[in-house]
């Protein structure tokens, strides 16, 4: 299960059913995303357990109701004319229409792609939409989708007739001086999925550990190396990071004193994978 604040993705359930057809039910709803509606709660029950039974697949629940609103997941991009890579898998995604434009889908894509890049070794997704749903196609690039400049028709598609703009998304690990992965830090994690929870987790953790006041609103970063907000240790606290950067070292990993750098050897201690990131 994944969540921020506001929601959650969670495996379907089939006491899901009747508030999946309620909003699956809607005309308005489906058929943008390339499905029809659905008919009966009965049709919805078997989609739970068909369609949306894998591991990749989850529903969004909004946890001031409790309730499914939409789903997100993805899939094997197989079937289709969409100009995929090998083994790159096809994002989908859609919410019921009375949580239109309140940023859910964005908010649970983004939640999604942290997972992925936490946790499996994929370096790209592809998704489309189709020309007349550009809303959908703005969801995808607020969450780093790049449009490759294609259009297909998918006759798999329920609207098969009506083209489609084709996005990928290139998941790059944010690998730090150190070489420790930032898409794995919890202050990274907070930061993009806005769960103040783990915000002052990690506060408490890092001031014991640096002996330091650092503050839950320290806890906002969006990597060591990348443009934005930085955490206090990151940004003034890191000899680490100082040292490469006066250097001009894109990582540690440039420097001839790496394997004999102390400071360097405490991160590599505790994680050992750092030490593999810079050296491949």
Not at 162 to 175: D, H, S
Request: net charge negative.
């Amino acid at each position: 299960m994944m969540e921020t604040d506001r929601i959650r993705l969670r495996p379907w359930r089939d006491s899901d059913a009747e508030s999946l057809f309620k909003y699956a039910s809607d005309p308005d709803v489906g058929p943008r995303a390339g499905w029809p509606p659905h008919q009966s709660v009965a049709e919805s029950l078997e989609v739970i357990r068909t369609v949306f039974h894998n591991e990749t697949t989850w529903a969004i629940e909004l946890k001031e109701l409790g309730e499914a609103v939409g789903a997100m997941g993805y899939l094997p991009c197989e079937g289709n004319n969409l100009p995929s890579r090998e083994g790159e898998p096809l994002v989908g995604y859609w919410v019921g229409k009375p949580y239109w434009n309140q940023g859910i889908c964005t908010e649970a894509l983004r939640l999604m792609i942290d997972h992925i890049r936490q946790t499996t070794d994929i370096r790209s997704l592809i998704s489309s939409h189709f020309l007349d749903n550009p809303a959908s196609g703005r969801v995808m690039e607020k969450c780093g989708f790049v449009a490759t400049g294609e259009t297909c028709v998918d006759e798999t598609l329920a609207g098969s007739n009506r083209p489609m703009r084709v996005l990928r998304l290139e998941i790059k690990r944010l690998i730090a001086f150190c070489g420790f992965d930032c898409g794995k830090c919890d202050a990274y994690i907070a930061t993009k999925n806005n769960k103040q929870a783990l915000r002052e987790k990690t506060a408490k953790l890092w001031a014991e550990l640096n002996q330091a006041p650092i503050l839950p609103e320290d806890i906002n970063c969006e990597g060591c190396k990348m443009s934005g907000v930085k955490t206090v240790f990151c940004s003034s606290m890191c000899e680490i990071r100082k040292c490469a950067m006066a250097k001009g070292f894109e990582t540690c990993g440039n420097c001839p004193e790496m394997d004999t750098c102390p400071i360097i050897a405490v991160i590599w201690q505790n994680n050992p994978q750092a030490k593999e990131n810079l050296k491949s």
